[in-house]
């Protein structure tokens, strides 16, 4: 993290972990923007006194960890660049600052509302087991033994509480992709942006921010880039505008 980004950061208020669960918003509105490092410095320094700022021992750009599953032909990636609505993720994230993993899925339905469950696992429980098989089945249309791990995923976010309403923005920077945890390939200087409303408001503060920075809400998943940069023969023509976007935000997307 830039020494910019770290000064801006410490002008928040922050906010426990505990308070800021308060807005998880699991159910929900998302919109996605995709902009440079130096970019969301500009933004960050005019939306300061609005947010607080999840601070965990006094860290405020938190690393995160994810794997992604899939079936072994992509069908929950290609469910999602081909437009399809009503489609699907499974994961499983770790928070490593705190030590809480979780088997998560987003379901991502036809009116532009997002559902997120989750549950806790143990570190030493296989993954494949009769708790998670269950939750697999009833949260989504897969069965867990039909699923295979396909990519890992780190980065560092921030999370930004709305002080006076339900809201919060997710700020994902130092982005990486993996197959195996050994080689990673960064996404480069871009940032990604998540509003997360209980119904969407074009009027919300932040949006007219963005709008003034020239910036629109853009179609975006790390999953499907990072299937796209590391699996050649997924390439779908949908992507190639988002890999465009990220070329002109960055010089280190080969």
Same mark, same amino acid.
């Given at each position: ?77 290609? /469910? ?123 009027? /919300? ?50």
């Amino acid at each position: 993290m830039s020494v910019d980004l770290q000064q801006l950061l410490n002008h928040f208020e922050p906010i426990s972990l505990n308070d800021a669960d308060k807005a998880r918003l699991m159910n929900r509105v998302d919109s996605k923007f995709v902009v440079s490092v130096d970019k969301l410095e500009e933004i960050l320094s005019e939306i300061w006194s609005d947010y607080q700022v999840l601070s965990i021992d006094g860290v405020r750009n938190l690393p995160y960890r994810t794997k992604y599953l899939d079936t072994p032909d992509f069908a929950m990636f290609k /469910a999602h660049v081909n437009g399809k609505l009503n489609r699907y993720k499974v994961r499983f994230r770790e928070y490593p600052l705190t030590g809480m993993r979780f088997l998560e899925s987003k379901f991502k339905l036809n009116r532009g509302r997002t559902i997120k469950k989750r549950i806790s696992r143990q570190e030493r429980i296989p993954e494949e087991n009769e708790v998670e098989d269950q939750f697999v089945s009833e949260q989504t249309p897969y069965n867990r033994e039909d699923l295979e791990t396909k990519l890992y995923n780190k980065f560092n976010r921030i999370s930004l509480i709305h002080k006076r309403v339900n809201e919060r923005i997710t700020i994902d920077t130092d982005i990486h992709f993996s197959l195996d945890k050994e080689e990673w390939k960064a996404l480069g200087d871009v940032s990604v942006i998540e509003l997360k409303q209980e119904q969407f408001s074009r009027h /919300a503060g932040f949006t007219h921010i963005l709008r003034k920075h020239g910036i629109r809400p853009v179609g975006f998943s790390k999953y499907c880039i990072g299937v796209s940069m590391l699996y050649p023969d997924t390439k779908i023509n949908r992507m190639k505008q988002k890999i465009l976007l990220l070329n002109k935000l960055t010089k280190h997307l080969s």
